[in-house]
């Protein structure tokens, strides 16, 4: 792989460190791109078995300070798409909108689905469940409560899941953030992931913490 320019810049960084969120954000600022709003991501290493079901960790957070993101919500209903689109909802439909996405037309990154629709929902789980979008009862994507649902989704909600290795990614910001409001987002995914530890998840939970920006290098973060 041919080594750009920016990325010789990297070697100035002290790797081996473990940084506190401030200063390995401030760390990362100077290689951030100048050309578009990097996302500021986290990787937590958690010591848990997924196969597990009480392990199977995941769920929504609502962020401080939001993601910075513009999130595409869509709405699957029959009964409520005009309390959706009041809502703010982007994309909002009932049998048509399921037939759109089981054609692979899916132009959203969140999905919302009132109670009646789920059992239609069967049709598009598999082209849904791979992307993550696939509504869930637990996360709240199930609900008869349009409207603060989407205004959730808008207003910066996360959603976070351990991964086979048990390691979560997260976006939790834009790097135009003031860096104590990025602080304030990382601390809210750390303190959220520690009251869901799992009973039966004993000795060392947290393993490791790292940051990086999105084309950035990463640093590890003193989990203590």
Known sequence: MKITKRRKTWAELDTAKAYSFADAIEALRPYSSKKFDETLEIAVWLSVDVTKADQNIRGMLSLPN????????????????????????????????????????????????????????????????????????????????????????????????????????????KMSFATEKLVENANALVEQLKKVKPASCKGQYILGIAVSTTQGPGLHIDAK
């Not at 696939?134 to 709240?140: D, E, I, S, T, Y």
């Open 66 to 173: 939001g993601t910075g993101k513009k999130v595409r919500v869509a709405v699957f209903t029959n009964d409520k798409q005009d309390e959706a689109k009041k809502a703010g909802a982007d994309v909002v439909g009932g049998d048509d909108l399921i037939e759109k996405v089981a054609a692979g037309n899916i132009d959203f990154d969140r999905v919302i689905a009132t109670p009646e629709m789920m059992p239609k929902m069967s049709k598009v789980a598999r082209v849904l469940g791979p992307k993550g979008l696939m509504p869930n009862p637990k996360l709240g994507t199930v609900t008869n409560d349009v409207a603060n649902a989407v205004a959730t989704a808008k207003a910066g909600q996360i959603e976070y899941r351990a991964e086979k290795n048990g390691i979560i990614h997260a976006g939790i910001g």
